[in-house]
Nanobody, 124 residues
Framework: QVQLVESGGGLVQAGGSLRLSCSAP????????LGWFRQAPGKEREFVAA????????RYLESVKGRFTISRDNAKNTVFLQMNTLKPEDTAVYYC?????????????????WGQGTQVTVSS
């Protein structure tokens, strides 16, 4: 069973920053696009950002553009989500996911492997 492991969540005040990390097995990391999703209580899982295996192409949820940055370190098999200027509406459990397809899908059903999630709470 492929396991993705997220870390870096926590409690932060509005306007603050957090950096999420997700590690994946090498055979997944080098061949899959990687994405971040989030799910707030009572809401559906929502696409946040994704990055191709090469790292050259990224895609973002409109409301996080300019505040969040997705990147990957292939040498460390790790993908990051730098979150700046956080808002209370960013509060959710954040999940890392891997997609073997070439496209940067926004749909959870297109992703093949998932992590367990990390809680991000932004206080006002």
């Amino acid at each position: 069973q492929v396991q993705l492991v997220e870390s870096g969540g926590g409690l932060v005040q509005a306007g603050g920053s957090l950096r999420l990390s997700c590690s994946a097995p090498g055979r997944i990391f080098s061949n899959y696009a990687l994405g971040w999703f989030r799910q707030a209580p009572g809401k559906e899982r929502e696409f946040v950002a994704a990055i191709t295996w090469s790292g050259l192409i990224t895609r973002y949820l409109e409301s996080v553009k300019g505040r969040f940055t997705i990147s990957r370190d292939n040498a460390k098999n790790t993908v990051f989500l730098q979150m700046n200027t956080l808002k209370p509406e960013d509060t959710a459990v954040y999940y890392c996911a891997a997609d073997r397809a070439l496209g940067l899908s926004i749909w959870p059903r297109d992703y093949d492997y998932w992590g367990q999630g990390t809680q991000v709470t932004v206080s006002s």
